[in-house]
Structure formats: C-alpha cells, structure tokens
C-alpha cells in the first residue's frame, strides 16, 4: 500500500480515506440483497467515494494505490495481516508454516479453500503467480519485490529458467520457498498485492483482458467485483465461497469516482458516503466535528524530476525547483490535515537501527531556502549554456485536490524563483502512463511504504528499478543499496541505507515536500474499518454497520 502501492500515489489517488484526498463519479447506493442474514438489524452496505479508475487489476502488473486497494478486497495471500498490521498464522491462506533454522526454507501448508468459481486454490496458483511476476515477458514493474526467491532476479534478468526459482508447489497444499538469503519480513511481504495468487486458466483465458472488468477475473478474498462502470464507479460483494465468509459482514461496498470537491461534501451532507477523505479547503469546516479523525502515514510526497530531460538533468536546477518551496505554507494553508514539511526522503515512524531510521538520519537541506535556490538555478543554467528556461511541463492529477497543489507549486516556482511552468493535468491511469514513458519534467509524485522498512523506500531508485520512472542512475547509491540487501547486520544494512539516502539528497532526482497525514469523516455507525499507516491503507474484511436506523 503502501504495500502499497507503485504507490506512485499521484495526487489524485483521492481514494475514500487514501492519504487525504477524495474523489470523482456516479451512483450507487442500491440496497445489498442479503441483508437479512447480518447479524445486524442494520443494512450491511457501505457507500464510499474510490475517487479515481482502477488502472489495473492484475495482481502481477498494477502498481498503484487506487488499484490495490481493490485487490486487498477481492484476493488473499499465504498471508492476511490481521487489525493490528501483523502476521498470524492462519490468517491468511496458509494456515501453518515452517521455517528452516538458517532462514532460507519456508514451507506453507494451504487450507482448504476455493476461488470465486468454486475451484479450488492450490499451491500452484502461487508458484504460477510468482513466476508470472518474474517472467520478463509479464513485465512487472515490482518484479523486483520477489528477489528475495532463490534465482528471482536471476530469471527476471533472463539469466536463469524459470524451474531455477525457489518457489515449488510440493503438490495441492504444500508450497516450498526458498530463499536467496534470509529476510525476516519476508511472511509480510507474502500480503503484498504482487505476491497474491493467480489462476493460471483465467489469465491464459483472458490474456491481455484479465483484470479489466468483473467477467475477466477470479476472487480470493473477502469481496467480489460486481459491476464496474469505467470512470464512474464500482460495487464490491460478498464472496460466497471465501474460506473465511463468516466473518465478512458487509455484503455490498457501493464505490464512486467523483473527483470534485463540493460534490463530495455534497454527497456526504446528504447522507450518500459513510466516510470521506477531507479535502484540505474543509478541514477547517470539520476539524471539530466528532466524526473528524487525522493519522500519520508512512507515505512520502515528492516532486519528481525526469532526470532524462534536458533541463532536470542537472542536479543544481533540480535543488533550485526543491529548495524554492515553502512546505510549511503548503502544509499549513493547503493540506491542513496533519502532513508535515519533508526535508529528507524516508518518513517518520520507519525502524531504524535503534529507533526511528528519520530521527537517526536527520534533515538534508532548509525548508523555503529562496536565497540559494536562486544561486543554484543561476548556477545551472551556466552548466547547460542557456540564459532562459524552456517550457516546462509539469503533470499532476485531474481532481479539484490535485489542480489546487500542482497550482500552489506553479505559484512558488513563479514567486521565488520568476519561472513559469505548464501545469498538465490528466487522470491518473495517464499520468502513470506518462511517468512510465517519460513524458514529462516534473510531476508531483508519491510513495506509500510497502513494509514496515527503509528498504521499501530506498530500493525505488536503484539503476534500472521497475519503479524507477525518474530515470535516476548512480553507481554508488545501488552499490549501497546491494550492500544493505546482502547482510542481516541490522546497524551494517542501516547504516548502508542512511549513506545512500544522503547521496539521493545530494542527487536529488526527487524534491520530497511533505511527509503525508490523513484527515476523513467517518459516521460513528461504522465499525471495525481498519486503517493500516502501513502498506494497503484500508482493509474492510472486517467492517460491518451498527446502529445506523437508530
């Protein structure tokens, strides 16, 4: 989500209660069919606003938070973190596990259990699942987070088979995993959506189609994908033949897209949502209201050069458009919901070696530094030979959020430092697309962490990494990077990772703004809807209504 996530949370990944923001779309709020079994007198639907299209629901390919917040719904892992973000064990489908002494062998035990069709879920699903993530030919931008399997990055990088992979399926129940090294968080990371089971005969059946819409899709999870209206929005169900359905309460999750504001506000004056993220221009509106609620997350805000251009190829003009931004104005008038100015890259709240890994490395360079972001944008512009800025494209999100931060940005750089940039905004399926193909200088970015690690943070920009759409390279940082990945010295690999974020810092692809918060409404007849800081952001398996006729 986090775990999240690409969790290239591009600003308008406005989800329900995703990091701030809301979002854009139609309808539904038709009655579930089933009621009558709750246990609750109470109809159990929960009415939200995604706010955003689902890019894609590929477990293998989708990359972003919008995208992953469906799938956590409608697929289970080996594992299921429970309320409290942790790992039991059968919580998910593995109900038992064993682990070789040296940490190299895991040994997963499925429970019986069956898919949305009513075919069975089999160790083989997983090994073709994980395979499928590392196939070149699949293309999977997180391929890279199944390196920890023997030979993983070996067939990813084409110099290894397939059958050369430690992931086995013993027969129905039992699936073997071995791995490179050991890796302590490695049962956590079996929650992450890439890690999620595939049924090979729906992908080979619906090849390129699989994921795109409720018939090209089978369901491991709590929820099925009932309807989904392209744009405009989406109905989750109950699944009936989840292996643990009896404690899924909610029988429908009614889903809207909307993107403007007032109408989201409208829709929840009116009755419509159940809950909605807080756009900053209402936080002041709400922030005493009892159904207010902030909380920190583990996601970073960033401005994103695309260091292949020819402008933000040089590091002083990339300082110049960081340092040039005034993060507590922005935190303070804009976000208004508990986000704090960023002034390194790892987020609070991460391990580090004895504490927090943020506290430990401490900040890179001053908030709103005008003075020498003038020094270094004149600096620049004497290394590339030119006495004026070309036109400068700078891509945001669609929403009223996203117009409102890309503005403010535009309004800094114009302010302090006399440059004019072009504000693109576009939805969040093509800003995605145009991070991927490089189309763009700068786009105003984010990440969620994946794990409860430094590692889910500083391994994004390795030379060549899936997520890397900043097109950073630098020997030394991947040195580091490798060097921290290859010992269990816990204060070694911390250490490795403290030196490569300062040399990031130095670089600076990437311009962080702010470490991000959360600010939503939430009717008080909405119990047990679980909000992790930490990966998938939220988790409704457990969710259900009480009290809402009263």
Same mark, same amino acid.
């Given at each position: 989500?986090?775990?999240?996530?690409?969790?290239?949370?591009?600003?308008?990944?406005?989800?329900?209660?995703?990091?701030?923001?809301?979002?854009?779309?139609?309808?539904?709020?038709?009655?579930?069919?089933?009621?009558?079994?709750?246990?609750?007198?109470?109809?159990?639907?929960?009415?939200?606003?995604?706010?955003?299209?689902? #890019?894609?629901?590929?477990?293998?390919?989708?990359?972003?938070?919008?995208? %992953?917040?469906?799938?956590? !719904?409608?697929?289970?892992?080996?594992?299921?973190?429970? /309320?409290?973000?942790?790992?039991?064990?059968?919580?998910?489908? =593995?109900?038992?596990?064993?682990?070789? $002494?040296?940490?190299?062998?895991?040994?997963?035990?499925?429970?019986?259990?069956?898919?949305?069709?009513?075919?069975?879920?089999?160790?083989?699903?997983?090994?073709?699942?994980?395979?499928? =993530?590392?196939?070149?030919?699949?293309?999977?931008?997180?391929?890279?987070?199944?390196?920890?399997?023997?030979?993983?990055? =070996?067939?990813?990088?084409?110099?290894?088979?397939?059958?050369?992979?430690?992931?086995?399926?013993?027969?129905?129940?039992?699936?073997?995993?071995?791995?490179?090294? #050991? !890796?302590?968080?490695?049962?956590?990371?079996?929650?992450?959506?890439?890690?999620? #089971?595939?049924?090979?005969?729906?992908?080979?059946?619906?090849?390129?189609?699989?994921?795109?819409?409720?018939?090209?899709?089978?369901?491991?999870?709590?929820?099925?994908?009932?309807?989904?209206?392209?744009?405009?929005?989406?109905?989750?169900?109950?699944?009936?033949?989840?292996?643990?359905?009896?404690?899924?309460?909610?029988?429908?999750?009614?889903?809207?897209?909307?993107?403007?504001?007032?109408?989201?506000?409208?829709?929840?004056?009116?009755?419509?949502?159940?809950?909605?993220?807080?756009?900053?221009?209402?936080?002041?509106?709400?922030?005493?209201?009892?159904?207010?609620?902030?909380?920190?997350?583990?996601?970073?805000?960033?401005?994103?050069?695309?260091?292949?251009?020819?402008?933000?190829?040089?590091?002083?003009?990339?300082?110049?458009?960081?340092? =040039?931004?005034?993060?507590?104005?922005?935190?303070?008038?804009?976000?208004?919901?508990?986000?704090? #100015?960023?002034?390194?890259?790892?987020?609070?709240?991460?391990?580090?070696?004895?504490?927090?890994?943020? /506290?430990?490395?401490?900040?890179?360079?001053?908030?709103?530094?005008?003075?020498?972001?003038?020094?270094?944008?004149?600096?620049?512009?004497?290394?590339?030979?030119?006495?004026?800025?070309?036109?400068?494209?700078?891509?945001?999100?669609?929403?009223?959020?996203?117009?409102?931060?890309?503005?403010?940005?535009?309004?800094?750089?114009?302010?302090?430092?006399?440059?004019?940039?072009?504000?693109?905004?576009?939805? %969040?399926?093509?800003?995605?697309?145009?991070?991927? /193909?490089?189309?763009?200088?700068?786009?105003?970015?984010?990440?969620?962490?994946?794990?409860?690690? $430094?590692?889910?943070?500083?391994?994004?920009?390795?030379?060549?990494?899936?997520?890397?759409?900043?097109?950073?390279?630098?020997? /030394?940082?991947?040195?580091?990077?490798?060097?921290?990945?290859?010992?269990?010295?816990?204060?070694?690999?911390?250490?490795?990772?403290?030196?490569?974020?300062?040399?990031?810092?130095?670089?600076?692809?990437?311009?962080?703004?702010?470490? !991000?918060?959360?600010?939503?409404?939430?009717?008080?007849?909405?119990?047990?809807?679980?909000?992790?800081?930490?990966?998938?952001?939220?988790?409704?398996?457990?969710?259900?209504?009480?009290?809402?006729?009263?």
């Amino acid at each position: 989500m986090k775990s999240k996530k690409l969790l290239v949370l591009g600003i308008a990944v406005l989800f329900v209660l995703s990091v701030l923001f809301s979002g854009c779309s139609k309808q539904q709020t038709a009655p579930s069919e089933n009621t009558s079994q709750t246990k609750s007198q109470d109809e159990q639907v929960l009415n939200v606003n995604l706010g955003e299209e689902p #890019p894609m629901l590929d477990p293998q390919k989708a990359t972003d938070v919008v995208s %992953f917040e469906i799938l956590n !719904a409608t697929l289970e892992g080996l594992v299921r973190l429970n /309320k409290e973000g942790k790992v039991e064990k059968g919580s998910g489908l =593995a109900k038992d596990w064993e682990i070789s $002494p040296d940490g190299l062998k895991y040994t997963f035990h499925l429970r019986d259990a069956k898919w949305s069709d009513g075919t069975p879920i089999t160790a083989y699903d997983f090994e073709y699942a994980w395979k499928r =993530a590392l196939d070149p030919k699949t293309a999977s931008q997180y391929a890279y987070m199944l390196y920890y399997l023997k030979n993983g990055e =070996a067939y990813n990088s084409g110099k290894a088979k397939a059958e050369d992979v430690g992931v086995k399926a013993l027969d129905d129940k039992t699936l073997e995993v071995t791995l490179e090294k #050991p !890796a302590p968080q490695f049962l956590g990371l079996t929650s992450f959506i890439t890690y999620l #089971p595939a049924q090979k005969a729906a992908v080979e059946k619906y090849g390129d189609k699989y994921g795109s819409s409720p018939d090209t899709m089978v369901y491991s999870g709590p929820f099925m994908v009932k309807e989904w209206n392209h744009e405009q929005n989406m109905v989750l169900v109950k699944n009936p033949n989840y292996w643990d359905k009896d404690n899924v309460k909610l029988e429908r999750i009614n889903m809207d897209m909307i993107k403007d504001d007032n109408t989201i506000i409208q829709n929840y004056e009116a009755g419509k949502y159940d809950a909605i993220g807080v756009p900053g221009a209402y936080i002041d509106k709400y922030k005493n209201d009892p159904n207010f609620h902030q909380m920190a997350m583990a996601v970073t805000w960033y401005l994103q050069f695309n260091n292949k251009s020819k402008i933000f190829s040089n590091v002083n003009i990339r300082k110049a458009f960081t340092y =040039a931004v005034d993060r507590k104005a922005f935190v303070d008038n804009i976000l208004k919901n508990g986000s704090i #100015p960023a002034l390194s890259f790892v987020p609070p709240g991460i391990p580090g070696e004895k504490g927090e890994f943020r /506290k430990e490395g401490g900040d890179f360079f001053k908030d709103n530094d005008v003075a020498t972001a003038k020094e270094l944008l004149a600096k620049g512009m004497k290394e590339l030979g030119i006495t004026q800025l070309p036109k400068i494209k700078f891509v945001g999100g669609d929403s009223d959020v996203a117009k409102k931060h890309t503005q403010a940005l535009q309004e800094f750089w114009n302010k302090n430092l006399g440059v004019s940039v072009d504000i693109v905004n576009v939805a %969040f399926k093509v800003r995605l697309d145009m991070m991927d /193909k490089g189309d763009y200088d700068i786009v105003y970015a984010g990440w969620g962490a994946d794990y409860n690690d $430094p590692m889910t943070f500083m391994d994004l920009w390795v030379t060549g990494g899936g997520n890397n759409t900043a097109f950073y390279s630098n020997p /030394k940082y991947d040195e580091l990077i490798k060097k921290a990945n290859s010992t269990n010295d816990n204060s070694v690999r911390m250490q490795a990772m403290h030196e490569a974020e300062k040399i990031l810092m130095e670089d600076m692809p990437i311009g962080p703004l702010y470490f !991000a918060g959360r600010a939503y409404l939430q009717r008080p007849y909405v119990k047990d809807w679980v909000r992790f800081p930490v990966g998938v952001d939220n988790e409704w398996k457990w969710t259900y209504i009480e009290g809402k006729n009263k």
